[in-house]
């Protein structure tokens, strides 16, 4: 079955740096675009950053991220990263991975998602 798993969250001090992964699985992963999203307690998902479905593929970004965070993906590895720059504490949220295009069944899959802090 489709199988989303995010890693690579943790705790980071104001202006560090964490880079997410996103493990697929299940699906013939280089024919969709991803995205990562974010959820903080009592507000609703937002969209961080999405990628078309070729490696190096087309890009959008959520204006609060732009110039500091990068989505990219290895489609040999099916994964798709979120390199975090500078990173803020209004950064601090759980991070998911989706797939972005694709029959709703596809794009209502969700992973664990990863927690990530910034705190000094």
């Known amino acids: 079955q489709v199988q989303l798993v995010e890693s690579g969250g943790g705790l980071v001090h104001p202006g560090g740096s964490l880079r997410l992964s996103c493990a697929a699985s299940g699906f013939t992963f280089s024919n969709y675009a991803m995205a990562w999203y974010r959820q903080t307690p009592g507000k609703e998902r937002e969209l961080v950053a999405g990628i078309g479905s070729t490696t190096g593929g087309s890009t959008t970004y959520a204006d609060s991220v732009k110039g500091r965070f990068t989505i990219s993906r290895d489609n040999a590895k099916s994964t798709v990263y979120l390199q975090m720059n500078s990173l803020k504490s209004e950064d601090t949220a759980a991070y998911y991975c989706?797939?972005?295009?694709?029959?709703?069944?596809?794009?209502?899959?969700w992973g664990q998602g990863t927690q990530v802090t910034v705190s000094s």
């Open positions: 989706k797939i972005a295009s694709g029959s709703p069944n596809l794009q209502g899959t």
